[in-house]
């Protein structure tokens, strides 16, 4: 007798009995088993198509979704100490909760910002052009991994990440949100929920590259609103922005704006990367 039939049952079962429970418990081991090798499979085969490369120079690298160590040792990351409200980098600790004399002058209206780097010429520019205008949506999941370690100190205090949304014209053009994808990669990270229908942009405003401080303060007002099936979603509770680059302020100020105003409780920023006064601009 077959060790796989139930008692009572001599030769072969038909097709449409059941398994046995034995025989089914060993087809789930066997799967799970599998599951792995199969995977691994599949990976050494993508891998042997596309080999890995670094995310901003396509030079070899031993893994997928990282950079070489050229373009790792050429970012400027930011760490402590910096400002606790801007998040600019300081060039020594004097201390902790210390504030830079641009927070004094001209306090944004969002409480904090977090980025992963400095933006300028070299990795961080490439990865944050790649993502913005080349539609390398890849790019978006270990930029996302890395906003997510760099704004622990928000992510943990959130309630909801909201993307800055662009216009629906532009939208239709690019075909996808930046900050939608790394809000959607920094949720997956940090388990905090992502909404991207709770802000909407009301009119196209003319491109911020090359604008002065003012200028871009001025292009950005009456830009936003909070979609009015949306005020309770954000009613009392501590948002997280996400953006691609941190520049003047002008746009996550608008945005930040309008969402206090809807009766959110605090609003941060979370960009991958931030323009440092004196290292120029977008």
């Known amino acids: 007798m077959s060790p796989w ?162 216009h629906r014209g532009r939208l239709f053009a690019r075909r996808f949100n930046q900050a939608m994808a790394l809000a959607q990669s920094i949720s997956q990270a940090c388990g905090v929920p992502a909404d991207g229908l709770v802000l909407e942009r009301m009119r196209r405003t003319a491109p911020q590259v090359g604008l002065s401080r003012l200028q871009r303060a001025a292009n950005m007002q009456g830009v936003f609103q909070v979609a009015p099936d949306k005020r309770l979603t954000i009613e009392g509770r501590r948002l997280v922005l996400i953006d691609d680059v941190l520049t003047s302020g002008a746009t996550s100020n608008a945005a930040a704006r309008v969402l206090l105003r809807a009766g959110a409780a605090q609003v941060d920023l979370l960009t991958f990367a931030r323009v440092v006064v004196g290292d120029g601009a977008l």
């Open 5 to 166: 039939l139930p008692l009572g049952v001599e030769g072969p079962l038909r097709p449409a009995d059941p398994l046995p429970l034995p025989a089914q418990a060993l087809k789930r081991g066997m799967r799970a088993r599998l599951r792995p090798a199969m995977a691994a499979g599949a990976k050494a085969a993508l891998q042997l198509l596309y080999p890995p490369s670094c995310l901003a120079c396509r030079a070899a690298t031993r893994e997928s979704g990282v950079l070489c160590t050229p373009c790792w040792t050429a970012v400027r990351f930011i760490e402590r100490p910096f400002c606790e409200r801007l998040g600019t980098p300081f060039a020594q600790d004097l201390g902790p909760g210390l504030l830079s004399p641009e927070v004094m002058a001209d306090p944004p209206v969002w409480a904090r910002a977090r980025a992963v780097a400095v933006f300028e010429d070299g990795p961080v520019k490439r990865l944050t052009y790649r993502l913005k205008y080349y539609d390398r949506m890849e790019v978006a999941k270990p930029l996302g991994r890395w906003m997510a370690r760099a704004g622990l100190d928000l992510l943990q205090e959130a309630d909801l990440l909201i993307p800055v949304p662009l």
